[in-house]
C-alpha cells in the first residue's frame, strides 16, 4: 500500500508539473503573440508615418514646381523681338533675357565661359531653350564652382561673367530671370527644372552646338573653339 501511495504522489506531481509547463506555454505564446503583434503594429505605423512624409514631400514639391518662383521677373515673351540682326543692339534689361539678336547662338552644351560673352548671341541661345548663369565679382567662388559643376552637366545651359548686372548671380531663360542667393539656393534647381528647354522656349529643338565659343583670348568663334 505504501508503494501505491507513493506512485499516486509522484503521478500527482507529475501531472502538476505538466500543467504548470502547458501554463507556461501558454502565457508565453501570449506574450510573443502581444509583443509580435505591438512590434507588427509599430513597423506599419513607421510604414504609413513614412509613406505619408514621402507623400507629402512629393506633393510639396509638385506644388512648389508649378507655383511662382520667389523673386522672378517675367517679361511678356510676345512682346520680345525675334528678328536677326547685325547692328548692336541695346537690351532694357542686363542681362537680356529676349529680343533681337544675333543669327549665330552662343554655344550652350553647358559652356561655362571664363570672360563675357556677346549678349545678342547668347539671347539666340536662351531663343532655344538654355538657361543663362551669369555673375560678377561679388559672387563667392564656391558658389560660382557649384553652379558651374551643375552646367557643365547640364545641355541646353551656359554660364559667363557679367560685370555689369545688379546682383551677384542671376539667372535668365526667354522672358524669364532671377536674382538668386547663392549656388545652393532651391531657386537655382527650380529655375533649371522649370526653364531649360521649357515651355518658354519659343524654337524648342534648335540646336545648342555649333554656334559661337570664345578662343583662349576671349573672342567670339564660330565652331569648338575654348568649352571649359
Not at 533681337?100 to 553647358?110: E, I, L, S, T, V
Not at 547640364?154 to 531663360?173: D, F, K, R, V
Request: hydrophobic share 35%; with cysteine.
Amino acid at each position: 500500500m505504501f508503494s501505491m501511495s507513493v506512485d499516486t504522489s509522484r503521478k500527482a506531481r507529475i501531472e502538476e508539473m505538466r500543467r504548470a509547463d502547458k501554463s507556461r506555454e501558454r502565457r508565453n505564446r501570449i506574450v510573443a503573440f502581444s509583443v509580435g503583434g505591438a512590434v507588427l503594429a509599430g513597423l506599419i505605423g513607421f510604414g504609413a508615418y513614412v509613406f505619408t512624409k514621402e507623400s507629402d514631400r512629393k506633393n510639396s514639391e509638385v506644388a512648389d514646381a508649378k507655383g511662382p518662383i520667389k523673386g522672378e521677373k517675367v517679361w511678356d515673351a510676345k512682346k520680345l523681338g525675334r528678328t536677326h540682326v547685325t547692328k548692336q543692339v541695346t537690351y532694357p534689361m542686363t542681362p537680356p533675357v529676349g529680343g533681337d539678336h544675333h543669327q549665330a547662338w552662343m554655344n550652350c552644351q553647358g559652356d561655362v565661359y571664363k570672360k563675357p560673352v556677346p549678349a545678342m548671341n547668347a539671347v539666340h541661345s536662351l531663343e532655344h531653350g538654355a538657361v543663362w548663369v551669369t555673375y560678377n565679382d561679388k559672387a563667392p567662388k564656391a558658389d560660382l564652382d557649384k553652379l558651374a559643376a551643375k552646367v557643365k552637366k547640364t545641355q541646353y545651359s551656359l554660364m559667363s561673367p557679367l560685370q555689369e548686372q545688379a546682383g551677384p548671380i542671376m539667372l535668365s531663360a526667354w522672358g524669364k530671370q532671377v536674382t538668386v542667393d547663392g549656388a545652393d539656393d532651391p531657386r537655382v534647381n527650380r529655375f533649371f527644372t522649370r526653364y531649360v528647354m521649357g515651355p518658354q522656349t519659343p524654337e524648342p529643338g534648335a540646336a545648342c552646338s555649333n554656334g559661337v565659343t570664345l578662343d583662349a583670348s576671349g573672342a567670339p568663334v564660330m565652331g569648338g573653339g575654348m568649352r571649359e
